[in-house]
Structure formats: C-alpha cells, structure tokens
C-alpha cells in the first residue's frame, strides 16, 4: 500500500497519564481519513506527535516514507497543519498573515502573495483581506487558519477540529473546502466531534478512547451491521425511561432506548408497527407527539463500538477549545 502516513505502536505519556497508548494505522495517499473520539481521547495529541510538534515515548512515525520519529521537522515541507484554536497573529491583516506563513515555507514574493489573494477569494474573505485578523468573527477566523494553513500546497494536511465553533454557514462551506481537496488528491488527517462530519467526508474512519484505537475501517464497513435494521424514534409527552424497560418487556422482539428527554427509540429486525405501540403508551398515560422511521447513522456505530453516548460527544463538542 502506497501509505502517506505510517504509525507504529505510538505512545505519548503526560507525567502519569498515557494520552495516546501504543496506537497503530495508516493513512493512504489521497485518502481523507477521519480521527474520531470525544474530549481528552487523545486526537490533538496524535497530530501534535505526527507533526512534529511532540515527541513520541515510544513507536514510530513515517510521512510519505520519510522517518519523523526523532525529527518532527523531516517532512515538515510536505504538511500543512490546522490547529484546533489559531496560530495566527491578531495585529496582521488576513493578507499579512497568508503571505508571512508563506514566506515560512520559503514561498518567493510573488507566488505567496498570488497565492494568497487566491485562498482569500477561495474563503470568501478577498472583502476582509486589509482588515486585522483580531476583527474577524469565529468563522472568518477559522477559515483564514485553513487558508493559512494550505498556503503552499502542501500533499498532506492534518486539521485538528475544523468546524467546531463556528456558524453552520461557515461550517458547511469548510466541508466543502475540504471535499474539494480531497478530490484533488490532498491526504487529508481530519479530527473530528461531530460524527455525522465524518460520516459525509471520510472515507475510512478510526475511533479513539482514552489513547486507545477500538476500531479502525471504512464507513461503509462500520454502517452494514446497521442496513438490516428498522428504526422508529418517538417523541412523547411523558417520562421515557420508565416505558423502555416495560416495552421490553410486552415486545420481545424489539429493542427500546432513550436518546434524549421525552425520546423513545424502538429497534427491530423486522419492520416496527407504530400502531401498537402507540396504544401501549395510551394505556400508560403518555401521549404520542410523533413517530418517525430513523435511517441507521454512523452515530450508532460509534455508540456501540466505544460505549460512549453521542449525546456526550454532542455537549464535549460545544465547550469552548477543542481538547485532545
């Protein structure tokens, strides 16, 4: 396999906590591959180390063939790095910013000021491009990081949480930036919260736990367990988690979970009839605001692989920060 990047028993210690422990995988050339985990999983960690911006305790690391294991710096020219918070300087301009990384990757004059009235047009923000980076809201701010960050074309990009905190308009307009340089043949290490951003964009996905890798395959790998089921999640008025085990119980057949206050979600192997259903809550007092048919999510997978709740992931991924 033609591998961009290549970890080998990685292990990264703070003191007495292991943030990463003995992690393997690779990542392909071209390939957009997703790192997903909740807080303090030890995402921001990984990139740190295979950027060069840590040093590993134990393992190894190759990008693009070249070891980086001892030397952050020896494949330095083939990356660019997207922090999870900004790196650049609030007293420049978006320009300023663009063309000074630039000239830290050794870009002439005129290619990196070319190439940084390019990105500001790319992100929509050619209009603010004299106007002092300190002045941009969240999402300008993230996307003049990417632009910053992608300046000299760099084969391999790692973004650290691209999308978090910043104004869904915004937030679609990275997934697409992101697609689009993906399909142009970018190798692309993306950390992510949100599942359903994975989902869409990666093609194959790694969950990480507590420093640990549980389970590393392509979404449509993870999802297929899942295509046999039927899903029905019904919103009522009334206490759920007291229903779940009592549905259990009179269906057999079916399986009941809460997702969320005043949620009920039945699962089956066979096709769910809602109308019976419906009459068990009645009889229990709890009145049926809605049901509809839910089609299987990778959140399911991940649930189920990890034992950790989406909703905590949902919560983790408004906090201010990233987190590891």
């Given at each position: 396999?033609?591998?961009?990047?290549?970890?080998?028993?990685?292990?990264?210690?703070?003191?007495?906590?292991?943030?990463?422990?003995?992690?393997?995988?690779?990542?392909?050339?071209?390939?957009?591959?997703?790192?997903?985990?909740?807080?303090?999983?030890?995402?921001?960690?990984?990139?740190n180390?295979?950027?060069?911006?840590?040093?590993?305790?134990?393992?190894?690391?190759?990008?693009?063939?070249?070891?980086?294991?001892?030397?952050?710096?020896?494949?330095?020219?083939?990356?660019?790095?997207?922090?999870?918070?900004?790196?650049?300087?609030?007293?420049?301009?978006?320009?300023?910013?663009?063309?000074f990384?630039?000239?830290?990757?050794?870009?002439?004059?005129?290619?990196?000021?070319?190439?940084?009235?390019?990105l500001?047009?790319?992100?929509?923000?050619?209009?603010?491009?004299?106007?002092?980076?300190?002045?941009?809201?969240?999402g300008?701010?993230?996307?003049?990081?990417?632009?910053?960050?992608?300046?000299?074309?760099?084969?391999?990009?790692?973004?650290?949480?691209?999308?978090?905190?910043?104004?869904v308009?915004?937030?679609?307009?990275?997934?697409?930036?992101?697609?689009?340089?993906?399909?142009?043949?970018?190798?692309?290490?993306?950390?992510t919260?949100?599942?359903?951003?994975?989902?869409?964009?990666c093609?194959?996905i790694?969950f990480?736990?507590?420093?640990?890798?549980?389970?590393?395959?392509?979404?449509?790998?993870?999802?297929?367990?899942l295509?046999?089921?039927?899903?029905?999640?019904?919103?009522?008025?009334?206490?759920?988690?007291?229903?779940?085990?009592?549905?259990?119980?009179?269906?057999?057949?079916?399986?009941?979970?809460e997702?969320?206050?005043?949620?009920?979600?039945?699962?089956?192997?066979?096709p769910?009839?809602?109308?019976?259903?419906?009459?068990?809550?009645?009889?229990?007092?709890?009145e049926?605001?809605?049901?509809?048919?839910?089609?299987?999510t990778?959140?399911?997978?991940?649930?189920?692989?990890?034992?950790?709740?989406?909703?905590?992931?949902?919560?983790?991924?408004?906090?201010?920060?990233?987190?590891?």
């Open positions: 396999m033609d591998a961009a990047i290549e970890v080998r028993g990685l292990v990264k210690r703070f003191g007495d906590v292991t943030a990463v422990a003995g992690i393997a995988f690779e990542v392909r050339r071209g390939e957009l591959f997703g790192f997903l985990g909740p807080n303090g999983a030890g995402k921001t960690t990984t990139i180390l295979l950027t060069g911006l840590a040093r590993p305790d134990a393992g190894s690391v190759r990008i693009a063939g070249i070891d980086c294991t001892h030397d952050g710096k020896a494949a330095q020219h083939l990356m660019g790095v997207v922090p999870d918070e900004s790196n650049l300087y609030p007293e420049l301009t978006g320009l300023e910013n663009l063309c990384c630039g000239a830290l990757y050794g870009m002439g004059r005129r290619d990196r000021e070319a190439r940084a009235y390019e500001l047009e790319t992100f929509s923000l050619a209009e603010a491009a004299g106007r002092k980076f300190a002045a941009y809201s969240k300008m701010k993230r996307k003049c990081t990417i632009a910053a960050g992608i300046i000299h074309c760099p084969p391999i990009l790692f973004l650290d949480e691209p999308t978090t905190g910043i104004d308009a915004s937030a679609r307009q990275v997934r697409g930036l992101i697609a689009d340089l993906s399909r142009g043949g970018t190798t692309i290490f993306l950390t919260h949100y599942i359903e951003e994975a989902a869409r964009l093609g194959r790694a990480i736990v507590a420093g640990r890798l549980v389970r590393t395959d392509t979404v449509e790998n993870l999802m297929q367990p295509e046999g089921r039927h899903v029905v999640e019904f919103a009522l008025d009334g206490a759920a988690e007291s229903l779940a085990e009592d549905l259990r119980a009179a269906f057999p057949a079916l399986e009941a979970q997702p969320g206050r005043g949620r009920l979600r039945v699962t089956s192997a066979q769910v009839r809602i109308g019976p259903l419906v009459r068990f809550f009645e009889d229990r007092g709890v049926t605001r809605e049901a509809r048919k839910v089609r299987p990778l959140e399911e997978v991940f649930v189920e692989v990890t034992g950790i709740e989406a909703d905590r992931m949902r919560a983790e991924r408004e906090k201010p920060g990233g987190g590891p």
